[in-house]
């Protein structure tokens, strides 16, 4: 059961109480199950900063894999190489602009 290391950028810092963690996942394991394991340790407030419904990412959430944006299905050890370091991040929406 590899071990990987996680940076939580932003609002899941400050909801998890602590910005970098380890989280010990399993082979094969994809972001998808990284946001679903994180969210299970920290809570429903965290849970809710990830998902909007059960299953269902946020939108604005990135998540990055060896400093490369990540689709959710990206499964986070890769061959020939140890698991990625993984670094969560939610980027707010915003609107501006002109018309």
Same mark, same amino acid.
């Given at each position: 059961? =590899?071990? /990987? *290391? &996680?940076? &939580? ?6 909801? +998890?109480? @602590? !910005?970098?963690?380890?989280?010990? %996942?399993?082979?094969? #394991?994809?972001?998808?199950? %990284? &946001?679903?394991?994180?969210? #299970? ?8 900063? /990830?998902?909007?419904? =059960?299953? @269902?990412?946020?939108?604005? &959430?990135?998540?990055?894999? $060896? @400093? ?5 299905? $990206? =499964?986070? +050890? !890769?061959?020939? *190489?140890? =698991? #990625?370091? %993984? ?7 915003? @609107?501006?602009?002109?018309?």
């Amino acid at each position: 059961m =590899p071990e /990987i *290391r &996680l940076r &939580l950028m932003g609002p899941l810092g400050r909801l +998890a109480g @602590e !910005r970098e963690t380890r989280l010990r %996942v399993d082979e094969g #394991a994809t972001v998808r199950d %990284v &946001l679903t394991l994180l969210a #299970a340790r920290y809570g429903p407030e965290f849970a809710a900063a /990830i998902f909007r419904a =059960p299953g @269902e990412v946020h939108t604005h &959430l990135r998540a990055f894999l $060896d @400093e490369q944006d990540a689709e959710l299905g $990206d =499964p986070i +050890a !890769r061959e020939g *190489r140890t =698991p #990625a370091a %993984v670094a969560v991040l939610i980027v707010p929406g915003f @609107e501006g602009g002109s018309r």
